[in-house]
């Protein structure tokens, strides 16, 4: 098993060697003598270079499911499988087994709660906080899950509140988004998915411990999986959002993930739309195809 700091070294150096074609292809770009097809061509590579310099992301959601035995197998499958070195691997476990999961996991792969209450600690029974999923050794959380949203009933407020409290207690956040059938179908999706990216983006200060979740609430658990051209079409409208609304900088930079019915067989089409960087996956992250979702683009 690899130490910590072995990962962290490795980690750095693929984020140096994937952030040289972006700067070769930047210089190029502010080439402005460049003209016509020369400067398209240069957007376009820039645009290639940029989308390559974004660590591709593969979440497991395994929600409340699995007992020792299962999850056990299951750690044990991907602390032996090829992964992809170039893909960052987190699996979200249920509370009561993140410090097994932590524990028995391989180092190169991180772990997530799903959830989390927006204050260190006090009287609030049944919650867990950051602190608490820190003090376990685990670096990430879910939050806004859809299933957050429309079974226990939490607001964009509530979860705007969450994101700023986990990140300020150094939790990277996987922050979901997405919109209902019922939504899509009055032509809402933009409408609904800004105002949700709104409420997170208004409490979050240091985006690079953030990775949005978009996640077609008609798509998740259902076997309806978005295309790749819907999936695209809205991370594209939200990277454009958070270029508008945030900065520039991040717009290139956050991941955009897609969630909704992914599996092996659909994984390596949806993954190489330009603005997918990886993939929440639920019922197919319980079953050894989660290995080829993570490889979807080795
Ligand atoms: P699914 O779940 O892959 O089972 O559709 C995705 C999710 O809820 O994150």
Redesign the pocket.
Known sequence: MRSDNQSQRRRRARTRRRKRPLLFAHCLYEEHHLLGPCRRFSAIIYRLAIMSSRTFFVGG?W?MNGDKKSLGDLITTLNTASLHDETEVVCGAPTVYLDFARSNLDARIGVAAQNCYKVAKGAFTGEISPAMIKDCGVEWVILG???RRHVFGESDELIGQKVAHALESDLGVIACIGEKLEEREAGTTEEVVYAQTQAIADNVKDWSKVVL?Y?PVW????GKTASPEQAQEVHEKLREWIRANVSEAVADSVRIIY????TGANCKELGSQNDVDGF?????SLKPEFVDIINARA
């Open positions: 959601n929600k899950h859809s299933e979740a996640e798509a998740i658990g259902t969630g909704g019915s992914v929440l996956v639920g019922g197919a």
